[in-house]
Nanobody
Framework: QVQLVESGGGLVQTGGSLRLSCAAS????????MGWYRQPPGKQRDMVAM???????AYADSVKGRFTISRDNVKNTVYLQMDSLKPEDTAVYYC?????????WGEGVLVTVSA
């Protein structure tokens, strides 16, 4: 079993930056792609960014050029650097990982961007 523990959420002003981290622990030998989803208030959960073990990356169009995903395979940790934040980035951000073909989720961290 794999546990995903997120950190780094909080309140930031428009134009500011935050860095999210997600550390995987447990049965991580089958850890595959990792990434981030987000769910704004009253809306569905959507993919923000994903990264495979070998570094292939995908971003949602809404965050391209502002967010950067990275990964440390030694620490089994994925990061999301968020710059030029906008109020519409306000959401609960969930860490996501594929483990042995199964989807795993963290509990989520709240990111609030004030106008």
């Amino acid at each position: 079993q794999v546990q995903l523990v997120e950190s780094g959420g909080g309140l930031v002003q428009t134009g500011g930056s935050l860095r999210l981290s997600c550390a995987a622990s447990g049965s991580i030998f089958m850890l595959g792609a990792m990434g981030w989803y987000r769910q704004p208030p009253g809306k569905q959960r959507d993919m923000v960014a994903m990264i495979t073990r070998v570094g292939a990356i995908a971003y949602a169009d809404s965050v391209k050029g502002r967010f950067t995903i990275s990964r440390d395979n030694v620490k089994n940790t994925v990061y999301l650097q968020m710059d030029s934040l906008k109020p519409e980035d306000t959401a609960v951000y969930y860490c996501y990982a594929i483990v042995g073909g199964l989807s795993m989720w963290g509990e989520g961290v709240l990111v609030t961007v004030s106008a």
